[in-house]
């Protein structure tokens, strides 16, 4: 194939990053995954194999992704601290829910804190889901002190929150159960499940038979099942 010129793939780095970023909370930085995507971009070029017959532009989708991915895990390894912080945060709330009978407002939750009401409103920023603000802090208030009914529109097209909160949960979890399993049986499940790829293709581009990639499947969805039984237990 030649030299790849790269420069003629950064459009793909960008609509890589772009699908990936519309499923992660707004704090991503899309930049950082642009970043990481081009980093990918560079890898596959100096890695790439003409001879196992997957096209370039595929191959470098799947090392673009494999790129972000990593990049998020390592944002994952630096929000931990967040996300302890956003259980502290809960915990008051419902502290503060118990001793005054109703939720809190943001003043009262920003003084329990002892800061100032921004540098609350910037930890709710960064603590997603968030699901602490009541409708008493939420639009125009009536002359008797309540908030307007018609302030609280539903949004038809949204999923309901508690469902969504889940889906964000359940993928967080098969992320960590993902990372378990053998590099091949990780490749093959990424493969297979998130890029859509078949057999033939997986195994193509792995450099093995069909078989052996069926065998690493099946191990993996084991190893999968005797995980997830053991942490229903």
């Given at each position: ?10 459009p793909?780095?960008?609509?890589v990053a772009m ?10 930085d ?8 081009a980093?990918g ?10 001879s ?26 630096t ?13 008051l ?11 809190p407002?943001s ?7 002892g ?96 078989g052996?990639?069926?065998?690493l499947?099946?191990?993996a ?13």
């Amino acid at each position: 194939m030649g030299q790849i010129d790269v420069t003629a793939y950064l459009p793909l780095v960008k609509s890589v990053a772009m699908r990936m970023a519309a499923r992660l909370p707004r704090n991503v930085d899309l930049d950082d995954l642009v970043g990481a995507g081009a980093l990918g971009l560079l890898n596959a070029a100096r890695q790439f194999d003409e001879s196992r017959g997957v096209p370039f532009d595929r191959y470098a989708e799947i090392r673009i992704r494999g790129s972000i991915i990593d990049e998020l895990r390592t944002m994952d390894q630096t929000s931990r601290t967040v996300r302890r912080q956003s259980t502290e945060l809960g915990n008051l709330i419902d502290n503060l829910s118990h001793n005054l009978g109703r939720k809190p407002t943001s003043d009262e939750t920003a003084l329990a804190l002892g800061v100032s009401l921004s540098q609350y409103q910037g930890m709710l920023a960064k603590n997603t889901p968030v699901h602490v603000i009541g409708f008493d802090d939420l639009g125009p208030k009536g002359d008797d002190g309540r908030a307007f009914s018609s302030a609280y529109l539903e949004d038809t097209s949204a999923l309901p929150p508690d469902i969504e909160v889940g889906q964000k949960e359940a993928a967080a979890q098969l992320a960590r159960l993902v990372d378990q399993l053998t590099a091949r049986q990780r490749q093959v499940v990424t493969f297979y499940y998130f890029e859509g790829m078949n057999f033939k293709e997986i195994a193509g581009f792995l450099g093995v038979t069909e078989g052996r990639v069926s065998q690493l499947h099946t191990a993996a969805v084991g190893r999968l099942k005797t995980i997830m039984s053991g942490l229903a237990l």
